[in-house]
């Protein structure tokens, strides 16, 4: 197979382009020149937000192209329509964010949808990935486009911080605030399972929407946590709350303490979705020890600072607000 990665570089499209390369295929990775490809890909310069910065894609075919761009739909529809000639299929790493809110517990892919347009330019990030979707399904068709709706990600490369975050939190050891219940279950991607199963299910040519993200009871909180404690050999103390308490203290979810819902809407959207149609078509998961493990040893090999994308937020609480909020819960 014939790839071609539009980024490649960086989290997710690195994952998919070196799993492209494990495979045998002939990867070529599209981008900005900001950082190196996976060694044996073929490299383009070029940046899609510049007049004319699509000009190496000018020539050249390819079985497949996959894009996980999240800016601008308009992005999405010059490189589509570019390429719909002389491209096999589109796969298009979009998110579940796609789902009009509130999504229902359990939601699947008939569920209903933001709107969006393949000609926007810079839009929220729910927006600007439907627009992605439509833009992809205008150029190549629907019976030649795969839609990878993604829930939360994680995995070595993770440039955004939610378990970089944890693992460099625990490794400094001493009480942890730990958000629970210690059973809630939550559902997330190691990045390198949704590259194995995207470039299965272009190989074998699926189309339409996926739902992409561990099945419901994959893992809990205190699984995640724990994990983290055995791998970095840390001495501490996870102090697991109630979210009532949490939520008294002003913490805020998933940001201050990534990966992190309160039982409720907001969980019920990230942590519930139904993706039975993914692993009918061959999702498979592994063990949470294993993605916490390997993105440790990742960590370990920069020297422990994880990169951070400039368009994200740092994540999670600072040692002094933890501080703060471990001295003002009431004493078990």
């Not at 529809?77 to 509130?102: C, F, I, K, N, T």
Request: net charge negative.
């Amino acid at each position: 197979m014939k790839l071609l990665m539009l980024g490649g570089t960086e989290f997710v499209g690195r994952a998919i382009a070196e799993g492209a390369l494990e495979r045998g295929w002939e990867v070529t990775v599209f981008h900005r020149g900001r950082h190196d490809v996976p060694a044996g890909a073929a490299s383009l310069i070029g940046d899609r937000t510049a007049p004319d910065g699509l000009g190496a894609l000018a020539t050249g075919s390819w079985d497949v192209v996959v894009d996980t761009w999240s800016a601008a739909p308009s992005a999405v529809r010059d490189a589509a329509r570019l390429l719909a000639e002389r491209v096999g299929r589109y796969a298009y790493v979009s998110s579940r964010s796609v789902y009009a809110w509130p999504p229902a517990a359990g939601l699947a892919e008939d569920g209903p949808l933001v709107e969006g347009s393949p000609d926007d330019g810079e839009v929220p990030y729910a927006e600007a990935k439907r627009g992605g979707e439509l833009a992809a399904v205008e150029a190549f068709g629907p019976d030649r486009t795969l839609l990878v709706r993604a829930g939360l990600i994680l995995g070595p490369y993770e440039n955004v911080g939610r378990l970089p975050w944890w693992l460099g939190r625990i490794a400094r050891g001493g009480p942890v605030l730990a958000p629970g219940p210690r059973t809630l279950p939550v559902q997330y991607i190691d990045v390198r399972d949704l590259a194995a199963w995207t470039l299965d299910a272009v190989a074998a040519g699926l189309s339409g929407p996926y739902n992409l993200v561990s099945p419901p009871g994959h893992t809990t909180m205190g699984g995640l946590l724990d994990a983290c404690v055995r791998v970095t050999g840390a001495e501490t103390e996870l102090r697991w709350t109630e979210p009532e308490a949490l939520l008294a203290a002003g913490v805020a979810p998933w940001t201050e303490l990534p990966v992190w819902l309160p039982p409720g809407e907001m969980y019920d959207a990230m942590h519930t979705a139904d993706v039975s149609r993914a692993v009918a078509t061959g999702l498979r998961c592994r063990p949470a020890e294993e993605t916490v493990a390997d993105t440790w040893a990742w960590l370990e090999s920069l020297g422990g600072a994880a990169p951070q994308r400039p368009d994200r937020q740092g994540a999670g609480l600072s040692p002094e607000r933890e501080a703060e909020v471990l001295a003002s819960l009431p004493k078990s």
